[in-house]
C-alpha cells in the first residue's frame, strides 16, 4: 500500500506589487510517498527554494501562498496557523539548507544545538536529548559522534558541518526531508558522499526526501520523480530515468546540453541556453520559455500557456510542440 505523505495541488507563491500580485511560483502539483524521492530542477530563480519554504511555512516577507489542496498526512497545511506550523516544522517535515555555515550557530556546541531542538519537539530528559543527539550524528555518518557534541562548527570541515545539519534535519525523526542545495557548496567528492548518505538514510529510516538542485546529474543519483521548474512554472514532470533518458521539453534539453559531461572538449563544447530567465511578474500570456526556446512557435506558443501531455509512463511535459504533433501541426 502506497503511503503518500505529502500531495500538492496548485499550489501558488505571490507577492504584493505595484500593479497587483506578482506571481513567483506558479500553479505546482506535486507529491511524494514514505520511502520516495523527489528531485525539484531548474536554474536559479526558477521557484525551487520557494516551493521548499512554501513546504515549511516560512516563505519570506509578504509572499502569498494558495492552493487547491496541500496535504500533510492528513493536514491541510493552507489551513495552518503559526502554533500548527511549529509542530509540523522541523518535528515532521525538516530541512537541510544550502549553506551549512549560516544554517548553524558559531558560538554554541553542535551537541547544544542538536539537544535543543530535540527538547523543542519532545518532552524529554537532557540526558535522553543527548543519546538522541549522538544517535542522529551516528545515522548522519559520524564514526565518533559522542566526541562531537562538544565542538563547534568552525572546528569542522564543510563537509561534516553539513553532515551536522542532516543530523538536526533527523533528531526528532521526521517523515520528510527537503535537502535544498545541500550539496552546491562542497567538493566534488564530498558532494557524492552527502547525496550516497541521504540516499541511504531513505531507504534505512523510510524517509520522503526532497532533493533541490540545478545539477540533473545529481537526480539520476537519488532516482525518484524528477520536477523540472522553469520561471516559476512546471515544464516537465516523471521518473527520473524517463525524464534524463527522454528529454521532451525544449528547457530541459538545454540543461542537459549545458552540463559538463566527461565527452565534453574544445571539439565537443557545452551548449549554454541563450538568454536569462524572466523576472517574476514579465512573463506574458504564452508559453514561459517562449523567449529562449529554440523550437517556439510564433502564434501558438508566444499566446497560450501549453497544457500538458503524457510522453510516456507517470512522464508528461507542458510543451506545445506535443500538442501540434497530435493536431497534425508543424514545428
Not at 39 to 59: D, F, N, P, R
Request: contains cysteine; glycine residues 10%; aromatic residues 4%.
Amino acid at each position: 500500500m502506497v503511503d503518500r505523505v505529502l500531495n500538492v495541488e496548485d499550489m501558488s507563491v505571490k507577492y504584493p506589487g505595484r500593479g497587483g500580485l506578482i506571481t513567483v511560483v506558479d500553479q505546482v502539483s506535486l507529491s511524494v510517498d514514505a520511502g520516495k524521492s523527489l528531485v525539484i530542477a531548474g536554474e536559479s530563480g526558477s521557484g525551487k527554494s520557494m516551493i521548499c519554504q512554501a513546504l515549511l511555512g516560512i516563505v519570506p516577507g509578504a509572499g502569498q501562498v494558495s492552493g487547491t489542496r496541500m496535504d500533510w498526512r492528513g493536514k491541510n497545511l493552507l489551513e495552518l496557523d503559526e502554533a500548527g506550523w511549529r509542530s509540523v516544522r522541523g518535528s515532521e517535515i525538516a530541512m537541510v539548507f544550502q549553506d551549512p555555515t549560516a544554517a548553524l550557530n558559531p558560538l554554541i556546541t553542535v551537541g547544544s544545538q542538536i539537544i535543543d531542538v530535540i527538547r523543542t519537539h519532545r518532552r524529554c530528559s537532557r540526558s535522553e536529548a543527548k543519546n538522541r543527539a549522538i544517535e542522529s550524528l551516528e545515522l548522519a555518518g559520524f564514526s565518533e559522534p559522542a566526541q562531537q557534541l562538544r565542538r563547534y562548527p568552525s572546528e569542522l570541515s564543510g563537509g561534516m558541518r553539513q553532515r551536522v545539519a542532516i543530523a538536526l534535519a533527523l533528531c526528532c525523526e521526521p517523515s520528510l526531508i527537503i535537502a535544498d542545495e545541500a550539496t552546491s557548496n562542497l567538493d566534488v567528492s564530498i558532494q557524492a558522499k552527502i547525496v550516497t548518505l541521504l540516499h541511504e538514510l531513505k531507504d534505512k529510516l523510510g524517509l520522503a526526501l526532497i532533493f533541490v538542485t540545478h545539477d540533473l546529474g545529481l537526480a539520476s543519483e537519488i532516482g525518484g520523480d524528477l520536477l523540472v521548474m522553469y520561471a516559476g512554472s512546471m515544464v516537465e514532470y516523471g521518473p527520473v530515468q524517463s525524464v534524463l533518458d527522454n528529454p521532451s521539453h525544449p528547457y530541459t534539453i538545454g540543461l542537459l546540453q549545458s552540463a559538463p559531461t566527461l565527452h565534453s572538449t574544445r571539439d565537443n563544447p557545452l551548449k549554454p541556453i541563450p538568454g536569462q530567465p524572466p523576472r517574476p511578474g514579465t512573463i506574458g500570456t504564452g508559453a514561459p520559455f517562449v523567449e529562449r526556446c529554440p523550437v517556439a512557435v510564433q502564434g501558438v506558443c508566444d499566446r497560450k500557456r501549453p497544457t500538458w501531455t503524457r510522453v510516456g509512463a507517470g512522464h508528461q511535459v507542458a510543451c506545445h510542440r506535443f500538442a501540434l504533433d497530435k493536431e497534425g501541426g508543424s514545428l
